[in-house]
């Protein structure tokens, strides 16, 4: 049974949906949704972590569970959050205050997955200096913020991992080598694993737009979700 969260930034309603896992006191593992909003995709991604033996909590990031029905008003709410990197960071550490009360854990007994947009929140989640245990972006946006309002050191603690499209029009390899260079600086535990022929939004089945760099791809879908199954059992081990 899923249930519905709400929590605050400012006067900005959030509205979380928690998927708790059949053992109490299960990790739990924040889903970021893409630049659509807390979408069906969301949710059931968030859902399928129950099969994992997690508890999922799906992220709003818009307020008031508000999601784009066409790809101008998707951009539109992106940019709106987007624009303001501090407020985006201060998102993300509500949604994870919020979603590990719930569960009744420690941010080490937690982790960030997200895609696209999401994936691009869940690096700014580690670049705060969080202490969740781990974060991962599906062809996520590796651009950085410029500055960090909330690390005062630089560190990163979390484990970082990145699932990437090779072909991903949106990030290109200056972008993959750059986030190599931040995170190796930041003395973070990462890894960047890149998928051949791949574009952006492999995870997504309804993606198909090869000529715009858009396409589903079961392969690199099925791999990646693997090595994030890998990945989150050692951040949990």
């Known amino acids: 049974m899923s249930e519905k969260v709400d929590y605050f930034d400012n006067e900005t309603r959030l509205e979380g949906i928690f998927y708790p896992a059949e053992n109490k ?25 129950n099969d994992l033996g997690y508890s999922g909590f799906a992220v709003d990031m818009y307020g008031e569970a508000k999601t784009g029905s066409t790809p101008e008003e998707n951009l539109a709410l992106m940019q709106a959050v987007l624009g303001d990197r501090e407020m985006l960071q201060r998102r993300m550490l509500l949604a994870l205050k919020t979603a590990t009360e719930k569960a009744g854990v420690e ?15 869940c690096l700014d989640l580690a670049r705060t200096g969080s202490d969740v245990g781990g974060v991962v972006s599906f062809h996520g946006i590796f651009t950085p913020p410029v500055g960090s309002s909330n690390n005062t050191d630089g560190t990163i603690t979390a484990k970082v991992l990145a699932l990437h499209g090779n072909d991903d029009p949106m990030v290109p390899h200056e972008s993959v080598n750059s986030l190599a260079n931040e995170l190796t600086a930041a003395k973070a535990d990462w890894q960047i694993h890149a998928y051949g022929n791949t574009t952006h939004a492999f995870t997504n089945p309804t993606a198909n737009s090869p000529n715009d760099g858009m396409a589903f791809s079961e392969s690199a879908d099925r791999r990646s979700w693997k090595t994030m199954s890998d990945f989150l059992a050692e951040v949990f081990a």
């Open 25 to 49: 006191n299960s990790p739990v593992v924040l889903v970021v949704p893409t630049y659509a909003g807390r979408d069906e995709f969301t949710l059931g991604k968030a859902q399928k972590l």
């Open 107 to 121: 941010n080490s007994r937690s982790a960030a997955i997200g895609f696209c947009f999401g994936g691009l929140c």
